[in-house]
């Protein structure tokens, strides 16, 4: 089992920056990949960034491209996603979660944390 919370969600206008953060719990960090999906108000939750169990490797959906950066620490249990440039588009609810294996695919993910809001006004 892996606990996910994830911080740093807020309200930014546009072309500014923010930093969430994805703390983890539980079993061990470095077992697993990690995502970052985001859901905005009447659309279907989707794919945004994926990285690597030792990061070596991340991948982006093409609209955040050059603008949003994930990373991680496995000392520290946490994997970031750094958004800069933002768009009111940006605006959702974003969600980290753990799995196995390295991939883009939503309903390969195992463990979810609660959320927290992004809101880019223009």
């Known amino acids: 089992q892996v606990h996910l919370v994830e911080s740093g969600g807020g309200l930014v206008q546009a072309g500014g920056s923010l930093r969430l953060s994805c703390a983890a719990s539980g079993r061990t960090f470095s077992y697993y990949a990690l995502g970052w999906f985001r859901q905005a108000p009447g659309k279907e939750r989707e794919f945004v960034a994926a990285?690597?169990?030792?990061?070596?490797?991340?991948y982006y959906t093409d609209s955040v491209k050059g603008r949003f950066t994930i990373s991680r620490d496995n000392v520290k249990n946490t994997v970031y996603l750094q958004m800069n440039s933002l768009k009111p588009e940006d605006t959702a609810v974003y969600y980290c979660?753990?799995?196995?294996?390295?991939?883009?695919?939503?309903?390969?993910?195992?463990?979810w944390g609660q959320g927290t809001q992004v809101t880019v006004s223009s």
């Open positions: 990285i690597s169990r030792n990061g070596g490797s991340s």
């Open positions: 979660a753990a799995n196995l294996d390295y991939t883009t695919n939503m309903r390969g993910y195992d463990y």
